[in-house]
């Protein structure tokens, strides 16, 4: 099926392309990368009277660290990420960029406009929520950083106001001895996880100072696993705990049912996930090199 006619417009800048989000009102939409706005524009779910093209915009697909923070530019590439060594200095990044569907989507899709799609299903956000991260927004009125927790309100839904964009998203690198890791059970690789689980931590000595448990596909929202946080903060990590903490995942998840489980199995999915990526980033936190990928049914 073929998109409802549109009109196109090429943004110059950041600030053109929020003067004419204000100008051209609800009707128009953002195209970054367009891995999602396309597949649901060809649908006829979406079906903007405009599109504002981001892609001519020069200088905002950077990934560079400044002080203790790495910064991306609204258009950096999911395949940018993945290759670059910027961002490698914080691994769970790179097992996410590394796993989002296939080739195509990865060298297209963006990290901006990844998180202002706010999709339920998407990657990048429940990695963020573990840790330190703002999302900078610009628009006719200035600019302004929020953090991504407040940035994002419910599905498919930002606080970005109608003239507003992403303009830069900003990543705090974690201190010494620190780990993260991301783990998806996927079908195949193009297709959204059935479920996922981002696990950051911090040692200090054998013990867990530090940690974020983040749940991806089982609700609205990513979900952080606060309970199971706090068996594991102050504590030595045991396969007991971790256990604990995946049970609280498990409890913490909200699910629906669909053609990938029903909600039983998501939860007793996103228990396995986080015991996984708890090890991974524990391994990761001691120094270990460890490849993590996700799995695939």
């Not at 911090?202 to 706090?230: F, N, Q």
């Amino acid at each position: 099926m073929y998109p409802q006619a549109f009109t196109y417009h090429r943004a110059s800048s950041l600030k053109d392309a929020a003067t004419l989000l204000s100008q051209l009102g609800e009707g128009a939409k953002l195209l970054a990368g367009g891995q999602s706005l396309i597949p649901l524009m060809k649908l006829r779910f979406a079906n903007p009277t405009h599109l504002v093209d981001l892609n001519f915009v020069q200088g905002i697909s950077y990934i560079q660290q400044k002080n203790d923070a790495l910064h991306f530019g609204a258009l950096a590439r999911h395949a940018e990420i993945e290759k670059s060594p910027t961002a490698a200095k914080i691994p769970v990044l790179r097992d996410c960029a590394a796993g989002i569907a296939d080739v195509q989507v990865r060298n297209r899709g963006t990290i901006g406009g990844s998180l202002a799609e706010a999709d339920p299903g998407g990657d990048w956000a429940t990695v963020l929520l573990t840790l330190s991260c703002e999302v900078r927004c610009v628009g006719l009125s200035g600019e302004r950083s929020l953090k991504l927790s407040e940035f994002l309100k419910d599905a498919y839904t930002t606080s970005l106001a109608s003239d507003e964009l992403v303009s830069e998203v900003v990543v705090k690198v974690p201190p010494e001895n620190s780990g993260g890791a991301y783990i998806a059970f996927k079908r195949t690789a193009p297709v959204y996880p059935t479920a996922s689980a981002a696990v950051q931590l911090r040692l200090e000595g054998d013990h867990c100072r530090e940690i974020a448990i983040a749940l991806g596909c089982v609700g609205l929202l990513p979900i952080r696993v606060r309970e199971g946080e706090s068996v594991l903060r102050g504590q030595q990590i045991t396969p007991k705990l971790v256990e604990s903490a995946a049970e609280a995942a498990r409890a913490a998840a909200d699910p629906q049912p669909d053609m990938r489980g029903s909600a039983e199995y998501k939860r007793q999915l996103v228990g396995a996930l986080v015991k996984r990526a708890t090890e991974a980033a524990l391994q990761r936190a001691r120094g270990q090199q460890v490849e993590v990928s996700h799995i695939y049914a």
